[in-house]
């Protein structure tokens, strides 16, 4: 008999066995489906977290940049002194820098009069730090005392500001100054920012009095055109203090991202929400086909008689493994697409869903069905037939 044909007619006994018990069936279907979506979920946080993450790195206009190299992320900064990006001026292939203030203030909702913590972004109005469609616009008004852009993908929590700007001007606090919210922007919420808002150098340094203008966050570094950047990078190592860093654009965003992988337990926390999942996934699994194969032991032992070998057998079990896959793949992923659309709407966070995760998820599964069919056939190849009767 060929292997296809083999194939076919274990997977018909699988079947036949799996649907025997509907019962049994439906638990082991469940708990496939669990596993399922509970490893969805975690690889959907994680994705969302990579993604937020970076989403404000990723949009820094530069070549270079100097970062302190006690600055844990952007969100985590260690200022450092504004000489040294002046010093970066020396050299012949650097065209302009733009020194960047970061901080975390408190914003009040205009309409609740409740405060909630956000991110402000400061540097020159003059300047194109972050690469936003509308900041353009705004740049003359910034220039203003006591001005800001803020970012309309921020949480509802800070009020709905794109709509309060249709009836007219909106004044609020800022850390308990007064200031006026000129347009908005879209940047996008992450993990360590529930919102941001977008002003001047000066504006700034009003809303934080106690931050000075010698001390900065991030420097942007604007290269020329015939400028070699890995060599300018090499070069700028040399002449600066060894306490900043010079990284390339990718380098900047890849430090954020390590950051959030490796120092911050979120992302140990949902790569081990994966792992349990699967393990959990696993023992119901393995529980269901061992009880399976120990009821149906006689029958097994007498197909083995019959001249039927431990393979055929093992191709049986396994074909059982695959079907539990499917069954509860399929309600599984339709589940997680419902909460993932849930998640979004209460987080503001962006949970993809591409193709290649929804593969990575079944063969995910799949293996851990197989592994379970793969211990639970351990019982079967103790079944003697001399034994059974």
């Known amino acids: 008999m060929t292997l296809s044909r083999q194939f076919y007619f274990a997977t018909h006994l699988a079947w036949r066995q799996l649907t025997h018990g509907r019962a049994k069936l439906a638990a082991a279907t469940l708990g496939v489906m669990f596993a399922c979506v509970l490893v969805f979920m975690q690889l959907g946080f994680m994705d969302s977290l990579n993604e937020s993450s970076t989403i404000t790195a990723k949009r820094f ?15 985590a900064t260690v200022p450092f002194p504004r000489t040294e990006l002046q010093r970066v001026l020396a050299s012949p ?8 203030y970061i901080g975390e ?27 936003l469609a509308d900041i353009e616009q705004f740049r003359a008004a910034l220039t203003r005392r006591d001005t800001a852009v803020f970012d309309e993908s921020s949480r509802p929590e800070f009020g709905d500001i794109a709509v309060l ?19 908005t922007v879209r940047i996008g919420t992450s993990f360590a920012a529930d919102g ?19 001390q900065i966050d991030v420097g942007v570094i604007r290269v ?10 090499q070069d700028l190592r040399l002449l600066l203090s060894d306490n900043v860093h010079v990284f390339t654009d990718k380098e900047f965003i890849d430090y954020e991202y390590q950051y959030w992988q490796s120092s911050a337990p979120l992302g140990f926390i949902f790569g ?66 419902g909460l993932y659309n849930l998640a979004e709407s209460f987080t503001f966070i962006p949970m993809p869903m591409p193709l290649t995760k929804v593969i990575n998820v079944f063969l995910m599964i799949l293996t851990m ?11 079967m190849r103790s079944a003697n037939p001399a034994d059974m009767f």
């Not at 700007?165 to 347009?183: A, F, H, W, Y």
Request: aromatic share 10%; glycine share 6%; proline share 4%.
């Open 224 to 233: 020329k055109a015939n400028a070699n950047i890995g060599q300018l990078q």
């Open 61 to 75: 206009q530069g070549e270079l940049f100097l970062v302190h190299k006690q600055s844990q992320a952007l969100s």
């Open 196 to 214: 941001n808002l977008i002003t001047s150098d000066q504006n700034f340094f009003r809303i934080f009095p106690s931050r000075q203008p010698s």
């Open 165 to 183: 700007l249709q009836q007219g001007p909106v004044v609020t606090e800022i850390n308990d100054r007064k200031m006026e919210v000129i347009g």
């Open 93 to 100: 292939y650097v065209d302009s820098v733009v020194p960047v």
């Open 369 to 379: 069905c197989v592994f379970a069919g793969a211990i639970a056939m351990q019982k």
């Open 272 to 337: 081990f929400g994966t792992i349990m999942g699967l393990v959990v996934g696993l023992v119901i699994v393995y529980q269901i086909l061992f009880t399976d194969i120990t009821n149906h032991l006689k029958e097994f032992a007498t197909l083995k008689a019959m001249g039927y070998s431990n393979r055929y057998l093992l191709l049986v079990v396994f074909s059982s493994s695959l079907i539990l896959a499917i069954l509860g793949f399929i309600p599984g992923f339709l589940i997680s697409l």
């Open 105 to 131: 203030a408190q914003f009040k909702n205009p309409e609740t009069k409740i405060n909630r913590t956000l991110m402000v972004w400061g540097s020159e109005p003059t300047e194109t730090v972050l690469n």
